[in-house]
């Protein structure tokens, strides 16, 4: 269990920290470039939706990993769907949609 339990931390960290790694790179170089909103709001998107799309292959590829922990220990990983399959996308998707219905002039108006 030992090895599932800490393959799933793995997963769940590459999940969320690689996207955060991409999101700061891309936005250095739009501001090196002097990108438009447009594209900044495209590219948070992107790496906004990057952990659902990691956790659903996450989930595709290791169905026996949550088989065996699911025996093991279903208190833990109940939760850990709770918070990581339901909670923190729908968290994302929220995100995603305030990002692009305020206005394209909204830190102007300050």
Same mark, same amino acid.
């Given at each position: 269990?030992? =090895? ?15 996207? /955060?790694? %991409?999101? &700061?790179?891309?936005?250095? *170089? +739009?501001? @090196? $470039? ?5 594209? +900044? ?11 659902? !799309?990691?956790?659903?292959?996450? %989930?595709? %590829?290791? *169905?026996?990993?949550?088989? =065996?922990? *699911? ?5 833990? &990983?109940?939760?850990?769907?709770? @918070?990581?399959? !339901? /909670? ?8 995603? $949609? =305030?990002? *692009? =219905?305020?206005?394209? +002039? ?5």
């Amino acid at each position: 269990m030992e =090895r599932d339990l800490s393959d799933l931390t793995f997963g769940l960290a590459l999940a969320f920290g690689f996207p /955060i790694v %991409v999101y &700061l790179t891309g936005m250095a *170089w +739009n501001r @090196v $470039v002097g990108a438009p909103k447009k594209v +900044n709001r495209t590219w948070a998107s992107f790496c906004l939706l990057l952990p659902i !799309v990691a956790l659903g292959m996450m %989930v595709q %590829v290791g *169905w026996s990993s949550f088989q =065996r922990l *699911w025996m093991t220990s279903p208190y833990v &990983l109940a939760t850990l769907t709770l @918070v990581f399959g !339901v /909670i923190a996308p729908a968290a994302l998707i929220a995100v995603i $949609v =305030r990002l *692009w =219905r305020t206005g394209p +002039n909204h830190h102007d108006r300050m």
